[in-house]
Each structure stands twice: as structure tokens, then as C-alpha cells.
T-cell receptor
Framework: GAVVSQHPSWVICKSGTSVKIECRSL??????MFWYRQFPKQSLMLMAT?????????EQGVEKDKFLINHASLTLSTLTVTSAHPEDSSFYIC?????????FGSGTRLTVV | ELKVEQNPLFLSMQEGKNYTIYCNYS?????LYWYRQDPGKSLESLFV?????AVKQEGRLMASLDTKARLSTLHITAAVHDLSATYFC?????????FGAGTRLTVKP
């Protein structure tokens, strides 16, 4: 089946540094990739929708200059958290749209210290 | 705006009992999904419901969809400990998918 490979699975970074999260579609072409953030014991909140070759669409309240999304190819989308702060610590999950559903990456747990 | 309401948020069950999780949504939808999430893990797809009256079953879980009432249910039959997890419904309309708040299910011996 369609698989999205997400890396890294966890990362610890210092406050003020940037972190890049990659999501690769392994056996399908992901024209659309969704990026979610999940705080502990909460639901998934959509951050942005990225389409290959165009600018991402960000949800209200998500800073596009802080969460940079690049979707330059049909198999790779990246999320860069710039100048990370402790409040950015969360579980980030990407999702690629497939025929009648979505396939999710394994998630990245970001801890900013 | 597409909104999804899920209840209950917390559910503690004894093994062998039955229960139902409810998912209401606010606008016409193309598809409804049920997912399972174990602690520290990503989402595992359980069911995709595409049309009114759709019913799908897998093991002790059965999902149904009533598009007129904008309601989906996830029924748990004779719960076992292995079903302990958080269950999310999600509703999609075109490219917009929204998640319910999740139901944290704990099955006790």
C-alpha cells in the first residue's frame, strides 16, 4: 500500500535553532501533503496543506514564516520549524492523499529545550 | 466551516462489554474516516465510509455512516484490553479533512 516515510521520528533541539522534517511518498505521487501538529492528549490540528510546485496554504493562526513548507517534488515535502521555541514542542505528522483516503507518516516528536 | 464533534472523550470499559462512540459533523462530507492511535504513535486507518448507510466491520469494531443525520458511529463489541487506544473520526470535504477530538478508550480486565 501507499506509504509515507517521515524522518526523523524524534528530535531534540536547542531553542532558537531550526529543524527540518521530511516526508517522502514511497510508492505513490503525493500531489498534496497535509501537515498536522498534535499536542499531548489532544487531537490533530491541521497546520497547512502543500501542493507540489506551489505555495502551501496555511491554516489560520499558523505562522507561515515560522513553519516553512516546501513541496518541490511529487515524492518529497518538508516542514522546517524555524527559530524553534519550547512551545513548538509537539508531535508533527504528515499525510499524503491517496485514492479514497490518506496515508500518514509515522510522526516526528519535536522537543525544544 | 467543517466541524467534527466526537463523544465521549473518555471511555473506560470492562472487558466483554459493548459501547458506541459517536461522531457528528457540521457540513456535507465526501468521506468519513475512523483511525486508531496508540500512545506515541501515528494514526492507523480503521475504516473509510463513503456513502449513506455504509457499514463496515473489522473484528470487534463496526463503523456506520448516516449522511442525512451527519452522524457516524464506531461500535465496540465485547471489548478486549488490546482495543485500549485513542480513536479519532475525521471528515473530509474535497481537500479539507478535520478530526474529532478523539475518544480515549481504556478497557479494564
Amino acid at each position: 500500500g501507499a506509504v509515507v516515510s517521515q524522518h526523523p521520528s524524534w528530535v531534540i533541539c536547542k531553542s532558537g535553532t531550526s529543524v527540518k522534517i521530511e516526508c517522502r511518498s514511497l510508492d505513490f505521487q503525493a500531489t498534496t501533503m497535509f501537515w498536522y501538529r498534535q499536542f499531548p492528549k489532544q487531537s490533530l490540528m491541521l497546520m497547512a496543506t502543500s501542493n507540489e510546485g506551489s505555495k502551501a496554504t496555511y491554516e489560520q493562526g499558523v505562522e507561515k514564516d515560522k513553519f516553512l513548507i516546501n513541496h518541490a517534488s511529487l515524492t518529497l515535502s518538508t516542514l522546517t520549524v524555524t527559530s524553534a521555541h519550547p512551545e513548538d514542542s509537539s508531535f508533527y505528522i504528515c499525510s499524503g492523499k491517496i485514492d479514497y483516503g490518506y496515508t500518514f507518516g509515522s510522526g516526528t516528536r519535536l522537543t525544544v529545550v | 466551516e467543517l466541524k467534527v464533534e466526537q463523544n465521549p472523550l473518555f471511555l473506560s470499559m470492562q472487558e466483554g462489554k459493548n459501547y458506541t462512540i459517536y461522531c457528528n459533523y457540521s457540513t456535507t462530507s465526501d468521506r468519513l474516516y475512523w483511525y486508531r492511535q496508540d500512545p506515541g504513535k501515528s494514526l492507523e486507518s480503521l475504516f473509510v465510509l463513503l456513502s449513506n448507510g455504509a457499514v463496515k466491520q473489522e473484528g470487534r469494531l463496526m463503523a456506520s455512516l448516516d449522511t442525512k443525520a451527519r452522524l457516524s458511529t464506531l461500535h465496540i463489541t465485547a471489548a478486549v484490553h488490546d482495543l485500549s487506544a485513542t480513536y479519532f473520526c475525521a471528515v473530509a470535504n474535497n481537500n479539507d479533512m478535520r478530526f474529532g477530538a478523539g475518544t480515549r478508550l481504556t478497557v479494564k480486565p
